[in-house]
């Protein structure tokens, strides 16, 4: 069956640092895209990062929103079948439900941001960011 499951959110303060995680299961990072998106309360989805098949050294590149550049890294290990989401230097903006999600296929693209690109996606985890 296949699965994605988030962990890793919490209350964090500005500047602070939080790591998610997306473990998947049913199938392989090999094959698919993993994105990350995030969601404040009465803003529509939108996409915070995504990792291709080949990790971004290769053939397909890693995408990242501006706001989130040379903040946020997303990382992945294929031993666990995990993809990561470190988050540094975080601001009141970043405040959202966290939701990774596995796309239709393996390199990101332009369009990566695109919900409709992405099938399964996991249940969300919470990042506060507050004094």
């Known amino acids: 069956q296949l699965q994605l499951v988030e962990s890793g959110g919490g209350l964090v303060q500005p500047g602070g640092s939080l790591r998610l995680s997306c473990a998947a299961s049913g199938f392989s990072l090999d094959y698919y895209a993993i994105g990350w998106f995030r969601q404040a309360p009465g803003k529509e989805r939108e996409g915070v990062s995504c990792?291709?098949?080949?990790?971004?050294?290769?053939?397909?590149?890693?995408k990242y929103r501006d706001s989130v550049k040379g903040r946020f890294t997303i990382s992945r290990n294929n031993a666990k079948n995990t993809v990561y989401l470190q988050m540094n230097s975080v601001k009141a903006e970043d405040t959202a439900e966290y939701y990774c999600a596995k796309m239709i296929r393996s390199s990101c693209g332009s369009n990566w941001y695109l919900t409709r690109l992405f099938d399964s996606w996991g249940q969300g985890t919470q990042v506060t960011v507050s004094s």
């Open positions: 990792m291709p098949t080949d990790g971004g050294s290769t053939k397909y590149s890693i």
